[in-house]
């Protein structure tokens, strides 16, 4: 078997926001966090994911608070509420050179 190793050289240096922390939020989340990368989960107020977040380690922080964050803005939520959440709290949060997925 052929494994193949990336590495983390272009974020590595960046602040990434994880949006969410449902099934792909927290794969991703701690991802990153494990590759050490500097990351920030984004939760909705009152999110009973918040504290399962902290357990791991993650740092959280409102959705905006972390968009406005992060380098790196990663909406891990579901596609529904992508278009509400990204006009309510990323967009005007975004700055030149930041990426948003």
């Keep these: 078997m052929n494994i193949q ?4 050289d272009a ?3 960046r602040n990434v926001a994880v949006i969410g ?3 792909q939020g927290h794969a991703h ?6 590759s050490g990368v ?3 989960v984004g939760l909705r107020e009152g999110s009973s994911s918040r ?13 905006g608070e972390a968009a406005a ?7 891990l939520i579901p596609d529904q509420h992508h278009k509400r959440v990204y006009a309510e709290h990323v967009a005007g949060h975004l700055s030149e050179g930041d990426a948003l997925g």
């Design 51 to 63: 504290e399962a977040a902290e357990d791991e380690g993650l740092r959280t922080a409102s959705i």
């Design 38 to 40: 500097d990351v920030t």
């Design 11 to 13: 974020i590595q240096d």
């Design 69 to 75: 964050w992060g380098d790196v803005v990663m909406l």
């Design 29 to 34: 989340a701690l991802n990153l966090h494990d």
């Design 21 to 23: 922390y449902g099934s």
């Design 5 to 8: 190793y990336e590495t983390t």
